[in-house]
């Protein structure tokens, strides 16, 4: 039974360059949400996908910033032109059943570092 | 501007004494969840409250969830140096999780 699973666990980047974050849900949960952490900041929600459909992408910032989750392969998190500020920790959760945060199980993250 | 509160920020305490960590809010949430994470990792969820007034033990770990839905606090009996983590709470409204900073506990052995 695979958790989530997030890749890559680093990722350092280099000013203006671009970010892909990927996240592979539970098997059979088919939906996704990305979460952002900041240092000595909580996990801020960012996006809720589902499966080719994004459902609320209120808490991701309108540029620069988009996120996929396919009918087949991962959910993607895209950051262009990175910036300082985007350094920080990507969380990924998944949940079977729609619309509830009890069910979310979170990934191991993937540490943005940028230069 | 933080929806949870979360309180105190760091707790540092000796092998065998009791803490207790608090999570206040000024809004109502349908659940609230704690999470334990370990650095370089992801939270992991220790328990989810729903009902006003409930109170949940995990071992030595008692969860409570206040009156009005807004508050919750977790106690610890005994700590444990594997008790040593960052303890988050979460307010949930649908599927969108509210975080708190966290607290960051350590049990000295």
């Known amino acids: 039974n695979a958790g989530v699973m997030q890749n890559p666990r680093h990722l350092v980047r280099r000013r203006g360059q671009e970010a892909r974050l990927r996240c592979s849900p539970v098997?059979?949960?088919?939906?996704v949400y990305w979460y952002r952490q900041l240092p000595e900041e909580g996990l801020k929600f960012m996006v809720y996908l589902q499966k080719e459909n994004i459902i609320d992408e209120s808490g991701m910032p309108k540029e620069r910033f988009s996120a996929e989750f396919p009918k087949e392969g991962p959910s993607i998190l895209r950051i262009q032109q990175v910036v300082r500020g985007d350094s920080a920790a990507y969380f990924c959760?998944?949940?079977?059943?729609?619309?509830?945060?009890?069910?979310?199980?979170f990934g191991p993250g993937t540490r943005l570092l940028v230069l | 501007t933080q929806l949870l509160k979360q309180s105190p920020q760091f707790l540092s305490i000796q092998e065998g004494e009791n803490l207790t960590v608090y999570c206040n809010s000024s809004?109502?949430?349908?659940?609230l969840q704690w999470y334990r994470q370990e650095p370089g990792e992801g939270p992991v969820l220790l328990v989810t409250v729903v009902t006003g007034g409930e109170v949940k033990k995990l071992k030595r770990l008692t969860f409570q969830f206040g009156d009005a839905r807004k508050d919750s606090s977790l106690h610890i009996t005994a700590a444990q140096p594997g008790d040593t983590g960052l303890y988050l709470c979460?307010?949930?409204?649908?599927?969108?999780?509210?975080f708190g900073a966290g607290t960051t506990v350590t049990v000295r052995a």
């Open positions: 979460a307010g949930a409204n649908d599927y969108k999780l509210s």
């Open positions: 959760a998944s949940s079977p059943i729609p619309g509830t945060g009890e069910t979310q199980y």
């Open positions: 809004s109502v949430f349908s659940s």
């Open positions: 098997k059979g949960h088919s939906h």
